[in-house]
Nanobody, 128 residues
Framework: QAQLVESGGGLVQAGGSLRLSCAAS????????MAWFRQAPGKEREFVAA????????YYTDSVKGRFTISRDYASNTMYLQMNSLRPEDTAVYYC?????????????????????WGQGTQVTVST
């Protein structure tokens, strides 16, 4: 069974940066889309960014465009989320997720139920 382990979360001041990592183990082939979601206290889990294996296409939610960058290192089976210019509203638990289908439509890659494997989450806290 595939496992995903996130790391890199922490406490940072507004305007600062963090880089999250998602290391995959177990089954590491045949996936289509990998993504980052986040969940703030009292809120639903929301889509942050996604990347497709085939053509490397990337997608972002509007609130993080220009500030966050998703990437993947195929050699180490690790996905990253570089987060710059962090804001207090970015505070949440961040989860990585993996699907064995490639999604190119927004209705699909933003839907958490489309992903099969999930990590345990890493806390990101942005202070004012």
């Amino acid at each position: 069974q595939a496992q995903l382990v996130e790391s890199g979360g922490g406490l940072v001041q507004a305007g600062g940066s963090l880089r999250l990592s998602c290391a995959a183990s177990g089954r590491t082939t045949g996936f289509g889309t990998m993504a980052w979601f986040r969940q703030a206290p009292g809120k639903e889990r929301e889509f942050v960014a996604a990347i497709n294996r085939g053509d490397g296409s990337t997608y972002y939610t509007d609130s993080v465009k220009g500030r966050f960058t998703i990437s993947r290192d195929y050699a180490s089976n690790t996905m990253y989320l570089q987060m710059n210019s962090l804001r207090p509203e970015d505070t949440a638990v961040y989860y990585c997720a993996r699907s064995y289908t490639a999604y190119y439509g927004r209705d699909y890659y933003t839907d958490s139920s489309a992903y099969r494997d999930w990590g345990q989450g890493t806390q990101v806290t942005v202070s004012t």
